[in-house]
């Protein structure tokens, strides 16, 4: 599917992507197909062998298709089918009116691109913790100036490989009912309602709520958000992203904190910020 190289691995994926046709009849080279997935390498091959092999009617013979590139991160299936309905009906989309409609000289590629450019800097999706990713470079297009991608947003390039979130057996063998105390408010805090850093070597331990409210007093701009996009650690201030906190509570980068330690997380971190 890419252009080879190493596969990142990344656990709990749900991906909207965008496939573009490379048929030599001029009737369909060029056309786009928007969808959602949580296996993309599975997914190209479905569309390609037809709507028998569970690929989509809209892209049954008029293929070869290449997937071009997926935006993942999202935090459930719900959230990944409505960015990926938005894209797909932008004029029905009351988020997205500025966008327009497509231009009668605007390829189709190109009009896919400008209102995914608008969708990653228009709430609530600007707020998600979400990695744009091209998996075919030479198909890749610079964002216009204006529309780039929030800071906190990744560009990848490469191919990925879904993988399922591992469990910690030894966690699971842990007294639930076993308390500590909350940094931040001093109380005593169950096992199922503790936040952590993402660096192992951190000491914090809080409540949900109590990290949350934290980050969103520190975040200017916040208003009536529910949900923090980021903030420091009140431990040890590192930038952490609320979405990957709430990825590693759901048992994701286990074999980052097992394999690689504080540098590994050092450098994301600072990529993000």
Request: charged residues 25%; aromatic residues 8%.
């Amino acid at each position: 599917m890419g252009d080879g190289g190493d596969v990142d691995l990344v656990e709990d994926f749900y991906g909207v992507y965008l496939l573009y046709s490379t048929n030599p009849n001029p009737r369909y080279r060029g056309r786009t197909y928007i969808g959602y997935t949580v296996d993309p390498n599975r997914r190209i091959k479905q569309h390609n062998r037809g709507t028998k092999a569970g690929g989509a009617y809209k892209t049954s013979n008029k293929g070869p298709w290449v997937m071009v590139l997926i935006v993942h991160g999202f935090p459930n299936d719900i959230s990944a089918l409505r960015f990926e309905w938005a894209w797909q009906h932008p004029e029905k989309s009351r988020r997205l009116r500025e966008v327009g409609k497509k231009k009668s000289s605007e390829l189709r590629y190109n009009f896919s691109l400008r209102v995914l450019s608008h969708m990653l800097r228009t709430r609530p999706w600007s707020r998600l913790p979400l990695t744009i990713r091209w998996l075919q470079q030479e198909y890749m297009r610079e964002f216009p100036p204006g529309l780039e991608p929030p800071v906190h947003m990744p560009v990848a390039y490469g191919p990925v490989k879904p993988t399922r979130v591992k469990t910690d057996v030894s966690q699971e063998a842990d007294d639930v009912e076993v308390e500590e105390i909350c940094v931040i408010c001093q109380d005593s805090i169950k096992k199922t309602d503790i936040m952590r850093c993402l660096s192992p070597s951190c000491v914090l331990v809080a409540h949900v709520i109590c990290l949350a409210k934290r980050l969103l007093d520190s975040e200017s701009g916040s208003g009536v958000m529910l949900l923090p996009l980021e903030g420091e650690c009140p431990s040890c201030s590192i930038t952490l992203l609320w979405g990957d906190l709430v990825r590693q509570k759901r048992g994701c980068y286990q074999h980052q904190h097992q394999s690689e330690g504080d540098n590994h997380w050092a450098d994301t971190l600072s990529q993000a910020t």
